[in-house]
């Protein structure tokens, strides 16, 4: 495990956080430091060596070998603090529907399932949120247990108009529902680290000084849409409204269903929707030309841009890439349909494609709707 022990013999950690949290003015006049979720993020991954996760939208930050890591950073004036910990607004009507036991067994079921996703898509064994809290002139670092709630263990505390609460047999949990947001009661344990900022009267000067030295690097964006990396759905844009999308029972990741002609139980594709090509002709290799696709867990897949129209994200052989998503990552059966529901629960219904090199690409799975974000932030903005 992660404990500890690690973060305090890490003296370059401590520093940054230190560091950026001293020039908390730049963003507030108050004496509590400022450090942004992303930037704490980012700190952590590179002085640990963890592969960052965040962007992904997925139940971990960054991932440490086997390890998940979920990193928060709130504001904490005493010992214990309530924080979001999962979001379910693509199943908030169905939420609606229950009410006290019923309710709560169900918030855990999806909650342990986003768990469940995430260790099978980077083959992660065990769990840690890592929390940099911050309080009047001070920022308190501790670990603590990532854990599955407990059904068997579940007890109502309250419930009202606005939400419920309620605990297992490690924690507390509150569910709020006009965000259908899930939280989690962070306790502050008696071995954490404690960093004295002193908060710079002045932050603005130090980047200017920053500025002025020549040998100052300019930073690189991480990627640029369509160039560097493509968004694709896992639903069906023809048969999908924006307020009810829907996977095809006979294409996409379910095409092993279409008639016609025999089909193998394995037989599936990734859309790949005509603006994708509209718009970044040159993103993918031309139809039918091979190049490797990299899963989170590093699995090389034989890939290929097919069918008619380019309509068509596949692996060589087929079923790889219904091993990989629909048995391995989703756990479906053969046979079994899969369903805008399924992905809604486990909070993703589109994926990554980044690209590495002319022959290589990346895979990993985006948040609910990104598919229709990157349409209209990226394509459409050209």
């Known amino acids: 495990m992660f404990d500890i022990n690690k973060i305090k013999s890490e003296k370059k950690y401590l520093e940054l956080l230190s560091g950026v949290a001293s020039l908390s003015k730049l963003f507030s006049d108050t004496a509590t430091p400022y450090v942004n979720y992303r930037i704490a993020e980012n700190i952590f991954c590179s002085v640990f060596k963890a592969e960052n996760l965040s962007r992904s939208d997925t139940a971990y930050d960054a991932k440490i070998n086997n390890l998940g890591v979920g990193i928060k950073t709130f504001i904490n004036h005493s010992n214990s603090k309530l924080e979001k910990v999962a979001e379910f607004n693509a199943l908030s009507s169905e939420i609606r529907k229950l009410k006290g036991d019923d309710l709560i067994r169900r918030l855990a079921e999806y909650r342990n ?111 640029e849409a369509g160039k560097n990396y493509v968004i694709l759905p896992l639903y069906s844009l023809g048969l999908s409204k924006p307020e009810n999308k829907v996977v095809g029972e006979k294409s996409g990741l379910n095409q092993w269903n279409a008639g016609g002609r025999k089909r193998n139980i394995g037989e599936v594709y990734i859309p790949v929707p005509a603006v994708i090509h509209k718009y970044f002709p040159d993103f993918f290799p031309k139809r039918d030309v091979q190049f490797t696709l990299i899963t989170p867990t590093k699995e090389h897949l034989n890939a290929s841009i097919c069918q008619d129209n380019s309509k068509a994200l596949m692996t060589d052989p087929n079923k790889a890439l219904a091993d990989w998503i629909l048995r391995k990552l989703l756990k479906l059966k053969e046979g079994e349909l899969l369903t805008y529901d399924k992905l809604k629960e486990i909070g993703t219904d589109c994926v990554i494609i980044r690209k590495k090199s002319q022959y290589t690409y990346e895979i990993d799975f985006g948040p609910l709707d990104g598919f229709d974000d990157f349409v209209l932030n990226s394509a459409y903005s050209g």
């Open 113 to 223: 399932e986003r768990i469940s996703f995430a260790n099978r898509t980077y083959e992660i064994n065990n769990g840690i949120y890592h929390c940099v809290t911050r309080t009047i002139k001070k920022i308190t670092i501790f670990n603590t247990s990532y854990d599955f709630i407990n059904i068997n263990k579940l007890r109502l505390l309250k419930e009202s108009k606005a939400g419920v609460s309620f605990r297992d047999n490690l924690n507390e949990y509150s569910f709020n529902y006009s965000k259908s947001t899930l939280f989690k009661k962070f306790v502050l344990p008696s071995e954490a680290i404690d960093l004295n900022i002193k908060i710079l009267d002045d932050p603005f000067k130090i980047i200017l000084d920053l500025l002025s030295l020549k040998n100052l690097s300019a930073n690189r964006e991480l990627g």
